[in-house]
């Protein structure tokens, strides 16, 4: 799945605009890639939490597809289960409650792609960190790991 992980790679430093303008670019994979929000998702722009858009994103760009939802908790049934292993879909969830600050989600949940576990974090490359593509260091005592998935045809 090393791949995947190449094909996400990338996006690093992809980010919103802030203000009421859009990256054209995020816009558009909204637009594409969570077709269950319909005309509000490409109405708010790169403001949404669009995490799971940019995993269909990649996926797509690697020939598998993705669930093209934009809820992050949707990646946790999706293709079938995996080790721990570069470049896996991994799916958390914030252990407190209310909106997380780092990746937009209400519900608490985030999906991206693993670069490793480590004793203290999760370190994961994803779209909607701190409004950007990025790698980031998820604190083992602040968020649970709900699923770790790969495509069906791997």
Known sequence: MQHILKCAKQYIGLAEIKGPKSNLTIAGWIKQYATNLGRWAFSRGDDIAWCAVFVSKVLDECGYRGTDHGLAVKYATWGKPSRISPGAVIVIKRTKQG??????????????FLVRISRHYIVILGGNQSDRVKVSYFAKSKYDIIAIRKPSEL
């Open 99 to 112: 909106v997380d600050k780092r990746t937009g989600s209400r519900a608490g949940y985030h999906v991206g």
